[in-house]
């Protein structure tokens, strides 16, 4: 077999051994509804999930964390850091994500949809 090929093939391993690694451990710091609302979270913000889920490890692995982590613990970590990004030059939003919903603006007036028989004469 080609050098290359096992090297490239031993990183995988390694790269799937420690994924599963984190989530054991992951399983192991996180009461359920935390767990859910990283998930969540990880849907639309992977970055900032992983970073996260990074210190978790982390605070678990060096002793700093008292037990499972609660939804509310959680909630108050994630407010802790977008308050950091924010005041790092991130969004100035006040630490609230605000969406804008436009609606489409058609060009039809009233007097397109008049039914009307003079138009036909």
């Known amino acids: 077999m080609n050098p290359e090929l096992q090297e490239q093939l031993m990183r995988q391993e ?3 051994a420690n994924e599963e690694r ?3 451990i992951l399983d192991q710091i996180l009461e359920p509804a ?3 609302r990283m998930k969540r979270l990880a849907l639309t913000r992977k970055e900032k999930a992983r ?3 990074d210190s978790l490890i ?3 692995t060096n002793g700093r964390l008292g037990g499972k982590v609660t939804e509310e613990q959680l909630i108050q970590m994630l407010e802790q850091i977008s ?3 924010n005041t790092a030059g991130g ?3 006040g630490g609230k ?3 804008n919903i436009q609606r489409r603006k058609y060009g039809f007036d009233e007097d397109d949809d008049d039914d009307n028989d003079d138009d036909l004469m």
């Open 14 to 16: 390694q790269v799937a």
């Open 22 to 24: 984190r989530i054991h």
């Open 34 to 36: 935390a767990k859910e």
């Open 51 to 53: 970073a996260v889920e």
């Open 58 to 60: 982390n605070a678990a």
């Open 83 to 85: 308050g950091e990004d």
């Open 91 to 93: 969004s100035s939003g």
């Open 97 to 99: 994500s605000k969406v």
